[in-house]
């Protein structure tokens, strides 16, 4: 209302050429004058307000003018702060571009504005920017350039702070632009008379590694980290212990610039009781690499070790378990390794005090330790019982470690322990305290009767998933003392009906199948399982079809519509091929040799080994070394599952001490990359030349050969089991077409060769599965319709499938190369193997090899990229036209010893093929 009354006033005066206002209005000017709105819309056009008039601008004015607002912006504002004269104000404003940045916000726009307030000696002002400047280098590079001089400035500060926070800023800002002026400060902080700054650096060296490693090796930054190891303060030894260890981690063959000898270890360990926990840490983890000279060397280690068993930090203990685990396994002495066995239990235990989380990691560790040293807890089962408040992850590894400790003298604890879990509230834990008793019964023998004995005992309880567990645990006992512990059968028979889990159906239908000459009703038992056969697991249907054939094989007279109708309803009636490959093996067996039938399926059956889940010795001794870490956790390697952690050069087949990368300089990162383009575009995958072999061999499986009908023909003249087996499968087609008589075929028909074929050598692994992730390389070379052929053979031996392989060679004597894009019948499933045959041609690139036939290669599928080598023989790289008349043998021979006196060793691909081709 105050605006449109003055409005009102300002108007009329323009209109009337008045020089004066009325005082009416005038009054309402001066008063209203006073609000902030009215006077910053008037203060543009009015020169003066007075009680009784008002002198106007001159000039024609639109009504707009007085109400257009200039709000400043937030960045505006800021922008402004930042550039004022005073500190303080300036501080604020970097710190209000701190707050923003860290909520998210685009305060890109201030970076030419912040920069300028890094030339300040105030110390706060300096980290704030700097934190600023981290953040927004990298999308500023150009500019942060323009903070350089600043930064070698700073580097050179009297005051010990800045320069170490100079250096680890330029250290943090990961533009490449930035680090070729970061390395002259670096050297000079590396080599600073304060710790402080040193300690700085050596961690600086870590992230410059990473930025540029090659810069690294070259200004001799290596060599200078190695020298910190040797400084007097505990502190910067530690961080230059980090560093190493953190480029080691991505560069091994950084190792051979860092020379740790027993000197630089007696710094280290001085410098371990002086150090923080995270250092002691860095340290141990860096003596846990170091391989002592003598077992003198490592007796004084151990000792000097020990004491940092009792530090308070959960992680500084673990890892001088970890060191000690390694150092025991070179110490002969056995008094020695008894008395540290003795002080690394009290720690261990220690850490089953703290909080839960803390807890599980330490439980994960020490079931490691178990399983390496059983002998280091054998006393301290205690420990390691379950209380009511444990969480379920903590009492299962508790379980777990409980089961690897039981012994002859506890287990009478042990079983007291399981017993009383079994009657928990919580399923999953009291399925695993009933399988716990069913390991003590197979771990310690003389205790199985006890096992027994409790189980039984469980099993009267009539708790559905308790007996269960208790039948599957059963079978196993069955299978460790045969023909021990069969009188408790007739328990298991009566509680049939509650059985409804596929394991234990499946277990009580083996237990029914093993021993159905002792079990009157088997067949019946047998039968009801049968009702429902397409209903039940597969796993179920598979120990079905198996113990149905043991009872025919036991009691043909009673069981053959029984074993009929079950091999019908397997092999006819099913869609699942192990089942039905598993009905069809039993069919032939039985319609052809009951005899081989009892054999194979009533053989004797090895015993079950105590520990089923022990952890592989080899991949144990490496997860020792790897105690305190997620490895330890997981009880994975960490190239499972961190990638990269090892690097491709590692898996190499038949690779010498220094790379071949770094030996041969003609071997270049191009050559060993894929051209995905070519990948991308190439042809689907053909069935041809080694499926064809594949297919004949599948092939055989399925005639009935001639000869296979012989025994069934003179069953009748053996025993009364054939009598029967000829009236059951005597009329059935077992289906296929016959296979032609053994005498027609030749290795020239299986083939379809025209012509006789050079000599193949066996397939050899060139590329073994350990080194390729699961994955199985086998190959051989043979020379086939005028051209030379690789025949691989893919076996994959990891739980998942395979595919996307391609294959690439690198620069070799011959200039050998694929002459077609590597077809595979992908997936390539677990466990099996797939053949395939590479085409090879003579137009590659050329380098002299050593030896003259190595052959480099990289493999590429859809986990990874491995690379190997491996000998091509010399007769399949000899053409077929290779006749040559006298008088130009001598002739070709001279041309042969011009070559080899030239310069160039090889000739391109052209010039070889038009001298060589005769050939």
């Known amino acids: 209302w105050y605006q449109r009354r003055v409005r009102e006033a300002v108007v009329s005066t323009q209109s009337t050429g008045s020089s004066g206002i009325n005082a009416e209005y005038g009054d309402l000017i001066v008063v209203t004058c006073r609000c902030a709105c009215v006077s910053a819309a008037l203060s543009p056009h009015l020169t003066m307000v007075s009680l009784g008039s008002i002198t106007t601008m001159r000039g024609k004015m639109s009504d707009s003018k007085y109400f257009n607002t200039q709000k400043k912006g937030e960045i505006y504002e800021l922008k402004a702060e930042l550039n004022s004269d005073k500190k303080e104000k300036k501080k604020e404003a970097v710190k209000k571009v701190i707050a923003s940045m860290t909520v998210g916000k685009d305060v890109s726009a201030l970076f030419t504005d912040v920069t300028m307030c ?123 212990v980090a560093a190493i260890s953190e480029i080691l981690d991505t560069n091994p063959n950084a190792a051979k610039q860092v020379n740790i000898d027993t000197p630089t270890v007696n710094k280290l360990l001085t410098a371990l009781n002086e150090c923080t ?101 054998k006393h301290e089962i205690k420990a390691f019982f379950v209380k009511y408040n444990d969480p379920i992850y903590v009492k299962l590894e508790k379980l777990d470690i409980m089961i690897r400790l039981a012994a002859q003298t506890n287990i009478a604890q042990v079983l007291a322990e399981l017993k009383e879990y079994a009657t928990e509230v919580d399923v999953d834990f009291v399925r695993k305290a009933v399988r716990a008793i069913g390991r003590c019964a197979i771990k310690v023998e003389p205790s199985a009767e006890k096992c027994v004995t409790t189980l039984l005992e469980l099993i009267q309880t009539k708790v559905n998933y308790v007996v269960q567990e208790a039948i599957v645990v059963i079978k196993d006992i069955f299978r460790k003392y045969p023909n021990k ?11 049939l009906d509650s059985l409804d889990e596929p394991e234990a159906r499946a277990a009580m239908i083996w237990i029914v199948g093993e021993y159905a000459e002792r079990i009157d009703n088997a067949d019946e038992i047998l039968q009801s399982f049968l009702d429902g056969f397409h209903d039940e697991n597969t796993q179920v249907q598979l120990q079905l079809l198996t113990a149905i054939v043991k009872l025919f094989l036991k009691k043909p007279q009673e069981t053959q519509e029984l074993v009929q109708k079950v091999l019908s309803l397997a092999t006819q009636d099913s869609d699942n091929p192990d089942l039905r490959d598993r009905g069809y093996i039993y069919w032939r067996l039985l319609s052809t040799d009951p005899a081989a039938a009892k054999e194979v399926v009533l053989a004797e059956k090895p015993l079950i080994s105590e520990e089923t889940d022990l952890i592989e010795p080899t991949l144990l001794d490496e997860l020792i070394c790897h105690i305190s870490s997620l490895a330890s956790v997981y009880h994975k390697p960490p190239s499972a599952f961190v990638e990269g952690r090892v690097p491709v050069r590692k898996i190499q087949v038949n690779r010498n001490a220094d790379d071949a990368a770094e030996t041969d300089p003609h071997i270049e990162e191009d050559d060993r990359t894929y051209n995905e383009t070519e990948e991308a575009e190439a042809p689907p995958e053909e069935v041809g030349g080694g499926d064809l072999l594949i297919g004949d061999l599948l092939s055989l499986d399925y005639p009935a050969p001639t000869p296979v009908q012989q025994p069934v023909n003179n069953a009748n003249q053996q025993q009364p089991v054939a009598d029967l087996l000829g009236d059951i499968f005597g009329g059935m087609d077992l289906g296929g077409p016959a296979a032609p008589a053994p005498a027609t075929s030749s290795p020239m028909d299986l083939f379809s060769l025209s012509a006789p074929t050079t000599y193949v050598a066996p397939a050899q692994v060139i590329l073994p599965a350990a080194r390729a992730k699961g994955l199985e390389v086998s190959a051989s070379f043979a020379r086939r319709n005028k051209g030379i052929f690789m025949d691989l053979t893919f076996t994959n031996k990891t739980m998942m499938g395979m595919s996307g392989f391609a294959v690439q060679f690198n620069k070799n004597s011959f200039g050998l190369t694929p002459g077609a894009p590597l077809s595979v019948n992908c997936p390539v499933l677990p466990g099996i193997s797939a053949p395939t045959s590479l085409s090879i041609v003579t137009t590659g690139p050329v380098m002299k090899m050593e030896p003259l036939l190595k052959v480099q290669m990289a493999m590429k599928n859809d986990i990874d990229v491995f690379y190997f080598e491996c000998l091509v023989p010399a007769h399949v790289l000899f053409v077929e036209e290779g006749s040559m008349e006298r008088n130009l043998f001598p002739q070709m021979w001279r041309k042969y010893r011009t070559i080899r006196r030239s310069s160039s060793p090889f000739l391109s691909p052209t010039n070889r093929k038009n001298k060589w081709s005769k050939y």
């Open 485 to 495: 512990y069969e009188t408790i059968i007739s328990t298991l028979c009566e509680n």
């Open 118 to 240: 890094m030339q300040t000696d105030n110390l706060e002002l300096k980290k704030l920017v700097y934190l600023y400047l981290i953040n927004y280098a990298k999308t500023q590079p150009d500019l942060a350039i323009l903070a350089v001089n600043t930064f070698v400035k700073d580097c050179e500060d009297p005051n010990p702070l800045i320069r170490a926070l100079a250096v680890r800023t330029m250290g943090c800002i990961r533009v490449e632009k930035i680090t070729e002026y970061l390395c002259e400060p670096l050297r000079k902080c590396l080599k600073d008379e304060d710790p402080y700054v040193r300690k700085t650096a050596a961690v600086c060296v870590a992230k410059l590694h990473d930025i540029s490693a090659a810069r690294v090796e070259d200004q001799g930054f290596l060599e200078t980290l190695g020298e910190l190891l040797c400084d007097s303060n505990p502190m910067v030894v530690a961080n230059a």
């Open 277 to 377: 926990e995270w250092g002691q840490i860095f340290i141990l983890d860096s003596l846990n690499n170091y391989s002592p000279r003598d077992e003198k060397e490592c007796i004084s280690i151990c000792e000097r070790i020990t004491p940092r068993l009792a530090h308070a930090n959960a992680a500084v203990v673990l890892s001088a378990v970890k060191v000690l685990m390694k150092l025991m396994d070179q110490i002969t002495n056995t008094e020695f390794v008894q008395m540290l066995q003795k002080k690394l239990a009290p720690p261990l235990v220690t850490l089953l005090s703290a909080e839960a989380e803390i807890q599980y990691v330490a439980l994960r560790n020490i079931n490691l330790v178990v399983q390496k040293r059983p002998d280091i807890l």
